[in-house]
């Protein structure tokens, strides 16, 4: 089907912000056992972005307003947000990454460097960001999972947020990647910044995303258009 005009927050991102009431707690059934992501006041970052893009590829505008609990779109993003994690195997991701470490580890011998775990700045840079540049390259929004925190908790899978990659600026090791924040609503000046020069180091990912906490690395996460509601 024919690709839609560019994704841009501002015309293709909802008007509202990822702020809703306290209400019942959503519950997964995860391979860690049933883990509750939070009340809907902890944020359905998730079901936006993906209902967003849903959106997009139907080529219709989204609503305005911000849609109450008993509305089809707040149902909608809800079964949006589930799918959004892709049980168990995007669970299972976010997981393991919250307990990896930020750099490469390993040790040397013999003058030659063993690497014995890759950290996340090295599968960020090198393995998911050419994924989600080549989707960017074809003129797809690529929906991306950030880790935000080291932890072996499964309750903090909720603390990590989802955003979508709509566009990029490269100069030399230097990338900007342009996201719709859920957060931050129709602003087109969100962005995360990298340098890929040493993905085997620790890196910083430079943010301005409506959250308090850093980004560890992100990866592109598994998108299937849905038919959204109106």
């Known amino acids: 089907m ?3 005009a560019t994704f841009l927050p501002s015309r293709c991102g909802f008007a509202f912000t990822n702020t809703w009431p306290s ?9 860690f056992g049933h883990i509750s992501v939070g009340d809907a006041s902890g944020g359905l970052c998730g079901g936006m ?3 967003a893009l849903d ?8 609503p305005d307003d911000q849609p109450t609990r008993d509305q089809s779109l707040y149902t909608y993003m809800v079964r949006r947000l589930i799918d959004s994690w892709h049980l168990p195997l995007g669970v299972t991701q976010y997981f393991q990454w919250m307990n990896l470490p ?6 040397t011998a013999f003058g030659h460097r063993v690497v014995v775990e890759r950290g996340l700045a090295w599968r960020t840079i090198h393995t ?8 960017l390259d074809r003129g797809i929004p690529a929906a991306l999972g950030i880790v935000t925190v080291a932890s072996h908790r499964p309750q903090d899978l909720g603390r990590n947020h989802q955003v979508l990659a709509c566009g990029y600026d490269l100069t030399g090791h230097a990338c900007t990647v342009r996201v719709y ?7 087109d000046d969100i962005s995360i910044r990298f340098d890929a020069s040493a993905p085997s180091a620790p890196t910083t990912f430079h943010h301005n995303l409506g959250i308090d906490e850093p980004i560890r690395g992100f990866f592109r996460t598994a998108y299937t258009p849905g038919t959204p509601p109106g």
Do not use: E, K, M, S
């Open 55 to 62: 959106y997009w590829h139907a080529g219709i505008a989204p």
């Open 181 to 187: 924040d859920p957060n931050q609503a129709q602003r």
């Open 23 to 31: 209400q019942p707690a959503l519950v997964l059934d995860t391979p």
């Open 49 to 51: 972005v993906f209902a």
């Open 102 to 107: 930020d750099g490469d580890t390993g040790f």
């Open 2 to 4: 024919p690709i839609p």
């Open 128 to 135: 998911q960001w050419p994924q989600i540049r080549a989707d």
